[in-house]
């Protein structure tokens, strides 16, 4: 049974940083990429980050390039987000999602498995 399990989230002022963390398991985790997706509130969830099985490739949401960093410790199973230089509009809850296969995608409908997400709330 895979699971993914979200931490990290918190209530940050604007300009400030988080590390969020996903721990997988029940899965090959050195070949599933995996990404970040957010929703806030009344709206769409939307493609954040994601980075390939190996860790080489990544890819990131226009509106988060430069700020925030993905990256992966295979021999942990764990997956990170750094958020910086938070922002009102990125307070929303941040969910982490696995895929089959072991390159980084951006669709929702190709990842098979989410975490439960972890809130991020940005004051300004």
């Known amino acids: 049974q895979v699971q993914l399990a979200e931490s990290g989230g918190g209530l940050v002022q604007a300009g400030g940083s988080l590390r969020l963390s996903c721990l997988a398991s029940?899965?090959?985790?050195?070949?599933?990429?995996m990404g970040w997706f957010r929703q806030a509130p009344g709206k769409e969830r939307k493609f954040v980050a994601a980075?390939?099985?190996?860790?080489?490739?990544?890819n990131y949401g226009d509106s988060v390039k430069g700020r925030f960093t993905i990256s992966r410790d295979n021999a942990n199973n764990t997956v990170y987000l750094q958020i910086n230089s938070l922002k009102p509009e990125d307070t929303a809850v941040y969910y982490c999602?696995?895929?089959?296969?072991?390159?980084?995608?951006?669709?929702?409908?190709?990842?098979?498995?989410w975490g439960q997400g972890t809130q991020v709330t940005v004051s300004s």
């Open positions: 980075i390939g099985g190996s860790g080489n490739l990544v």
């Open positions: 999602a696995a895929a089959s296969g072991p390159l980084p995608r951006t669709p929702i409908s190709s990842y098979n498995y």
């Open positions: 029940g899965l090959t985790f050195s070949s599933s990429a």
